[in-house]
């Protein structure tokens, strides 16, 4: 990643509260329990999350209910979350969440084959920022892919300044003899790339006012564009000067010329060989992702092409199929 990650320290919880649960689905807090681990979040798994529930929403009404799959990186006790997934479910007789474990193996090696560093660690839902019996149900589920699974639950309705959302950590107990696991709520820090604040930026922008070109970036770009196309009228006009003078169409002005003279030889870096090199390198990346584009679309339609060849009978009905160019 080559944006330098800005963090912005989310207010700590002043106590640390578990939410213990036992097999006779008996629960309680604990204060005395410390986290164990650092978590840092990005905006991208928030707005995946909320888009999430959102078309679930709208799709099915009502207060669906919602599970996905968190993925980052973990460096000893320092957890980072970049990304994240829906997951399937199920509900059995009893009336529990099952939560889809082939859907899930098949989706993570699909995100393998893209972010190869990003792993599992943890999942998240939506409700109420105490864990519940359910939550306890569906995180047992997920310990045997990591027994240290992350829960990251978001409250849609929440009516607070600060963000709603929450993380707990799972860790197991004994007490009289007997199993017991705990959630325990951590404080995380909140980290954000360029690219993601430009998103968060524009989607909050566009929240706000229904429309899509009102964002810091949209506006910036314009006050870019305006200068350089009054950079450029400028430069014509010296241009069309000298043209002029050298035409003899006009008079010669010493002055005149010593200024555009120093004017020119104040942007020596357009005359140096790193400058030249950087332009070649740019232009050429730009270049070859252009010929991909163009190639990979000619692909697409001889392949189209081809489909639609195998699909029409042989004249002698023949068996005799063409190949793809990406088979």
């Known amino acids: 990643m080559f944006s330098q990650i800005k ?49 679930i929403k709208a799709q099915e009404g ?21 990304n994240s997934f829906e997951l399937q479910h199920s509900i059995n007789e009893t009336g529990k969440v099952v939560i889809e474990l082939a859907y899930f193996h098949s989706k993570e090696e699909q995100f393998r084959q893209v972010f190869k560093d990003l792993d599992f660690l943890g999942w ?52 009289n003899e007997q199993p017991r696991m705990s959630f325990i709520e951590i404080s995380y820090t909140l980290a954000s790339e360029e690219a993601e604040r430009i998103g968060v930026d524009h989607v909050a922008r566009l929240s706000s006012t229904g429309h899509s070109d009102v964002s810091q970036v949209s506006e910036h770009m314009q006050v870019d564009k305006s200068a350089v196309q009054m950079l450029y009228s400028r430069i014509e006009t010296i241009l069309q000067y000298v043209k002029a ?48 584009a163009v190639i990979t679309k000619g692909c697409n339609i001889s392949n189209e092409m081809i489909a639609k060849l195998n699909a029409l009978p042989d004249r002698h009905g023949g068996g005799r199929r063409v190949r793809g160019l990406l088979f």
């Open 62 to 82: 009502g207060n669906p209910q919602i599970y996905g799959a968190l993925l980052g990186k973990q460096n000893g006790r320092n957890l980072e979350l970049f």
């Open 124 to 175: 998240y839902t939506v409700g109420w920022s105490e864990a519940t019996e359910c939550d306890i149900s569906v995180h047992k589920q997920l310990t045997v892919i990591n027994e240290s699974s992350l829960l990251l639950k978001l409250d849609p309705f929440s009516k607070s300044a600060n963000l709603p959302i929450t993380i707990y950590e799972s860790m197991l107990d004994i007490v």
């Open 7 to 55: 963090r912005a320290k989310i207010s700590s919880t002043a106590n640390m509260k578990t939410l213990e649960s036992s097999s006779d689905k008996q629960c309680g807090f604990v204060t005395d329990a410390q986290a164990s681990v650092c978590v840092t979040l990005h905006p991208l798994v928030i707005m995946n999350i909320s888009d999430h529930f959102t078309r």
């Open 245 to 292: 003078v050298q035409n003899g169409e006009i008079p010669l002005n010493q002055e005149i010329m010593r200024e555009c003279l120093s004017l020119c030889q104040r942007l020596p870096v357009l005359n140096t060989n790193s400058f030249k090199e950087d332009l070649l390198k740019q232009y050429n990346d730009v270049s070859l992702m252009s010929y991909l």
